[in-house]
């Protein structure tokens, strides 16, 4: 049995918990700094951990490294699945020559850059962060954003900062639903409903200056003033919704019912207002060179550019629009159950478990206050996100009737691509994994929850932001540190409605730098070892953003308490 000690250096719960940072830093370091691929910074960061698990943290080496296999193929699956996929339906639309026919349909649409960036990663990757989550709205979005004409790294920067805004209720609702559940032991009274009440009083300030942003960071001050009309509606009316839906329908629908509604209202005002001195495409791009060398060649008899009308446009629009009845249809109660019950295998992680007397499983991980760490690991290889994105590439390939060697080709051409990519993303979930077992990261929360008790509202969020960077996913920071957030404040004197919520909502701004997100985006605009580029690029605005939401924290534990719902 291994017990995560609370504070293993020296009986100091400041020392351990600065040398828990050090895999974090020392990511970060060589990503932003020293311009290190990012696939060899995270295995370095990688056996920094391991290191520090073993040696500093005492976790048995056959844990350590059992710990850094269960990461490595979390880090497969789901997330990789779901890449590949995405990025395999994304080629077959390259292949056959729609990809560019897509490009024109956008540009039909606007011309104008600043609106694409709302429409396309503000309101549509909601959408797809309604319906998928996990990467696939980052990689969809900046695809199509490439297809309109977009850079690819300016298309990379703005979808991972337009992923802000939905990711709290992204999913289906589960990063609230999984806080919901790690406090329910303790806390019942926290239930679902009473945190995407809080939550949806958070986010719309959020999501009320992303569009704002995006324009500015597409074309600075003179996008802002040329095109806020249209990124003020956009940001506010996605605010309101995600307010009534969150507060008054339900959780899992609240960016759905958000990013249908924005994508309505912004195009009404299109058609009777148009910013002045539109911002023309950088250029028409196919941006994967064998890709494109593959429509050119073999391949281009499946292209129908000729195609007029509707044809064209649901020619163009087939793979989105298929993704998105495929992810529709699974949400249905009936549908999602059936998966359920067929499709999800839950097994304990060998290394990390053992039996009692009774047969019955048992974790031989426990926390510092002698509870059992989970260590089951939950296989939904039919509902998850990578399945659903394979079946919506089967499909498309029906839809443009790509012969079965061409989509195969297609797939490899893709795995080829992200080889990286993946490396880099499963160095880093098995990084957060070992982590998280080995107590490194619980160290590093409450060393900031106990040190800071007295300022924990502006803590508060800061621990939400450093769970997303380090997993890459809100519902994981929420199942790390939500009990860790309701305990501090219950210490501090402040409300746990707010501080828990505050970690969903305001960890969503560590999204766009975690480095498994940073693969993504560059993987999917065909930037792959320039990871480090993008990060540099929005690793201020993660922060700004934060101390932004930093600040609607402390007026609501203050002056704006009037804000937060009673159980």
Request: hydrophobic share 60%; aromatic share 8%; charged share 10%.
């Amino acid at each position: 049995m291994f017990t995560q000690p609370l504070a293993p250096i020296a009986g100091s719960l400041a020392l351990s918990a600065l040398l828990a940072a050090l895999p974090l830093i020392l990511l970060f370091l060589l990503l932003g700094v020293f311009k290190v691929k990012a696939w060899l910074a995270a295995l370095i960061g990688l056996v920094a951990s391991i290191a520090v698990a073993i040696i500093g943290w005492g976790m048995p080496a056959a844990m350590a490294f059992s710990a850094t296999a269960e990461g490595a193929f979390y880090g497969a699956f789901p997330i990789m699945w779901i890449l590949v996929n995405a990025i395999w339906v994304y080629q077959l639309s390259v292949i056959t020559g729609w990809f560019e026919t897509l490009g024109q349909l956008i540009r039909s649409i606007s011309d104008d850059q600043r609106i694409l960036a709302i429409l396309i990663a503000f309101c549509f990757g909601a959408l797809m962060e309604a319906l998928a989550g996990f990467g696939a709205p980052v990689a969809i979005s900046a695809a199509m954003l490439m297809a309109a004409g977009m850079k690819p790294i300016k298309s990379a920067i703005v979808s991972l900062l337009a992923n802000t805004a939905p990711v709290a209720f992204g999913a289906m609702g589960a990063p609230i639903i999984a806080l919901s559940g790690a406090v329910a032991s303790t806390h019942p009274e926290l239930t679902t409903h009473v945190l995407s009440q809080m939550a949806g009083r958070q986010t719309p300030f959020v999501a009320a200056i992303v569009p704002l942003v995006l324009v500015f960071l597409v074309d600075g001050w003179r996008g802002v003033r040329q095109t806020w009309p249209v990124a003020v509606v956009a940001g506010i009316v996605f605010g309101l919704a995600q307010f009534v839906t969150s507060n008054f329908i339900t959780v899992e629908i609240t960016d759905v019912v958000a990013s249908l509604v924005t994508i309505a209202v912004v195009l009404v005002m299109l058609r009777f207002w148009k910013p002045s001195n539109p911002l023309p495409l950088d250029h028409s791009v196919v941006p994967d060179e064998e890709a494109a060398a593959l429509t050119s060649g073999k391949l281009a008899h499946y292209a129908e550019i000729t195609a007029t009308g509707s044809r064209r446009i649901w020619g163009a629009i087939a793979p989105y629009a298929i993704i998105i009845v495929v992810f529709s249809i699974s949400q249905i109660p009936a549908v999602k159950a059936w998966l359920l019950s067929i499709g999800q295998v839950k097994f304990p992680w060998p290394g990390l478990n053992t039996t009692d007397a009774n047969g019955a499983t048992v974790s031989m991980i426990q926390n510092s206050a002698g509870k059992p760490v989970a260590a089951i690991f939950t296989l939904d290889h039919l509902r998850a996100t990578g399945t659903l994105l394979l079946l919506s590439g089967i499909i498309t390939c029906f839809f443009y009737k790509v012969k079965a060697k061409d989509a195969v080709q297609a797939y490899l051409t893709t795995i080829k691509q992200l080889k990286f990519t993946i490396v880099t993303v499963l160095s880093v979930l098995a990084l957060a994994y070992v982590m998280n077992l080995s107590g490194q990261t619980a160290v590093l929360g409450n060393a900031l929850a106990v040190g800071l008790v007295g300022a924990f509202a502006v803590v508060s969020p800061l621990i939400g932001w450093i769970g997303v960077a380090i997993t890459g996913s809100d519902t994981s920071a929420n199942a790390l540190f939500g009990l860790l957030q309701v305990t501090a404040a219950e210490k501090a004197g402040l409300n746990p409605v707010l501080m828990a919520a505050a970690n969903s909502s305001g960890g969503v701004m560590g999204k766009m730098i975690s480095p498994q997100n940073l693969a993504v985006a560059a993987a999917a605009v065909g930037m792959i070892h320039k990871e480090g580029d993008i990060f540099r690029k929005v690793v201020l605005w993660s922060l700004g953003l934060l101390a932004y939401f930093t600040i609607l924290v402390v007026l609501q534990a203050g002056p704006l308490s009037w804000m937060v719902p009673t159980p």
